[in-house]
């Protein structure tokens, strides 16, 4: 019996912690849900008190992230036993958020809804930073990064990229560097 009752003491924990972020950020539940990539009603169940927190990791990890803390941070959540690996460019691109004093939600709120999903994925490293230029372009417009430091951060990305295809980046290096060097007098003289 006490065993029960500390289980519905942890659900009330994180169920009051989503609600008070909610309210305190003033964020509309239809708008978080889809910031987190569930149904409404799937939000409306995890701040309700009397049922059980979710347990699913991806969940719990996109609403951590929603909220600029760590996973860990809700009960429920459960170490994945592959982590995800680290990522400078990754690192960069949050450095930028704080660099402008945004937290997670503000810097959200600068993109369309049907956007923001995807931009979760990838601050918490579940999807890859954006290859595509333009898609990089309109993130660095938010962040307000100069077009020489974007091409900087999108060129360490698609060598990255390019690595993982087993490119060897040092035997290509004078066709990668011809091919950055045009790219990069289209991407800086831009805007």
């Known amino acids: 019996m006490q065993d029960k009752k500390n289980k519905q003491n942890v ?24 910031m987190i990539g569930v149904t409404l009603s799937y939000v409306y169940n995890l701040i309700d008190e009397g049922i059980a927190f979710s347990t699913r990791g991806t969940t719990l990890e996109r609403i951590a992230t929603v909220m600029d803390i760590m996973p860990e941070e809700f009960d429920e959540y459960v170490i994945p ?15 930028y958020i704080k660099k402008n004093k945004l937290s997670t939600v503000e810097f959200l709120k600068q993109f369309e809804r049907k956007k923001r999903l995807q931009i979760v994925d990838i601050l918490r490293g579940a999807k890859p930073l954006y290859i595509n230029f333009a898609e990089l372009q309109k993130i660095g417009e ?41 790219a990069k007098k289209y991407a800086v003289s831009k805007k």
């Open 11 to 34: 659900n009330q924990k994180s169920s009051k912690k989503v609600a008070d972020f909610l309210e305190k950020n003033n964020i509309h539940k239809k708008d978080f849900a889809l």
């Open 142 to 182: 938010v962040l307000n990064i100069s077009n020489e430091e974007l091409f900087n951060l999108w060129k360490n990305i698609f060598t990255d990229y390019l690595e993982e295809g087993n490119f060897d980046v040092e035997a290509n290096k004078a066709l990668l560097d011809a091919m950055f060097n045009g």
């Open 81 to 95: 036993s592959d982590p995800v690996p680290y990522n400078k460019n990754l690192e960069v691109l949050k450095e």
